[in-house]
Nanobody, 126 residues
Framework: EVQLQASGGGLVQAGGSLSLSCAASGFTYDDYAIGWFRQAPGKEREGVACIGRVDDSTYYADSVEGRFTISSDNAKNTVYLQMNSLKPEDTAVYYC???????????????????WGKGTQVTVSS
């Protein structure tokens, strides 16, 4: 059974940090690029960050560049998203997703994802 198990969301004050995890199982981890989308109330789901399979190349939305860091622990089949200097506008449900191939096109296409995890809520208070 394919699973992308996201965890680590929560409530934090502006300027604080959170770390999200996405544990993958049920598919060949090395064959898929994995990353994160987020969706705020009333807004479309947007790509946040992804990490490629070929050379661990990373891509970020302009809104999070320099504040968020995506990384992969290949031994644990887990992708992490370290979020620093959080802002109220980062409040959203965060989803991890996987797409077959070396990397995502950027900005990523929602419909190009092969697998999705359940979301985890991130709330940043002002």
């Amino acid at each position: 059974e394919v699973q992308l198990q996201a965890s680590g969301g929560g409530l934090v004050q502006a300027g604080g940090s959170l770390s999200l995890s996405c544990a993958a199982s049920g598919f060949t981890y090395d064959d898929y690029a994995i990353g994160w989308f987020r969706q705020a109330p009333g807004k479309e789901r947007e790509g946040v960050a992804c990490i490629g399979r070929v050379d661990d190349s990373t891509y970020y939305a302009d809104s999070v560049e320099g504040r968020f860091t995506i990384s992969s622990d290949n031994a644990k089949n887990t992708v992490y998203l370290q979020m620093n200097s959080l802002k109220p506008e980062d409040t959203a449900v965060y989803y991890c997703a996987a797409s077959y191939g070396g990397s995502w096109y950027w900005p990523p296409n929602f419909y190009a994802m092969d697998y999705w995890g359940k979301g985890t809520q991130v709330t940043v208070s002002s």
